[in-house]
């Protein structure tokens, strides 16, 4: 099983480990809306990204990132996804101005840090997700990080290169 660092304390994750390869495993998440939404399977390009709490500055940041680089990308859904209230995740994304991607709580089921392999297995932050990256492709991951430290934020120009280079954009915008 994968593990990060928080503090630099090695963490342990739980969870199935999802492999480049291998088949992306169809979830439900909650919105802020309260309404439930899926993520993985065969959606055509995904990126889903999960994050310990948006309510954190390096959470934060790399939401307002994405939702930057997601602008007139609409052949691509983007989900980042935490343990976070939808309440929560709602008033964020408001403040914010966050429009680009939507934002889903595994709070319910933890279905997705299961079935992904990142959920904080021990620690100050144990139950919550890691900082990690998923690019999905007609329902196969064709790129994956798990950030090693989870104060760090994840390599973006990585994420829109395997895109791009997978043809999942023909438009240009990449």
């Known amino acids: 099983m994968a593990k990060v660092k928080f503090n630099g ?29 899926k993520v993985g399977g065969n959606n055509g390009i995904e990126i889903l990204v999960t994050v310990p709490s948006l309510d954190t500055g390096v959470c934060a940041t790399e939401t307002r990132k994405f939702n930057e680089k997601m602008a007139a990308k609409e052949a691509i859904k983007l989900s980042v996804i935490s343990m976070d209230l939808p309440f929560a995740m709602g008033r964020f994304c408001s403040t914010e101005g966050i429009k680009n991607l939507k934002v889903g709580s ?27 990256v998923f690019v999905i492709k007609d329902g196969v991951v064709i790129h994956k990080q798990i950030v090693q430290d989870i104060a760090d934020e994840p390599n973006y120009d990585a994420v ?13 915008c990449m």
Do not use: M, N, Q, W
Not at 111 to 128: D, P, R, S, T
């Open 9 to 37: 304390a090695d963490i342990a994750l739980k969870g199935e480990e999802v492999l480049v390869g291998s088949y992306a495993p169809e979830v439900t998440l909650v919105g802020h809306d309260l309404g439930e939404f």
């Open 106 to 132: 595994d709070f319910r089921a933890k279905e997705f840090g299961e079935k992904y392999g990142v959920i904080i297995g021990e620690g100050l932050l144990a139950g919550l997700l890691a900082r990690a």
């Open 160 to 172: 829109f290169d395997v895109i791009k280079s997978s043809g999942g954009c023909s438009c240009g």
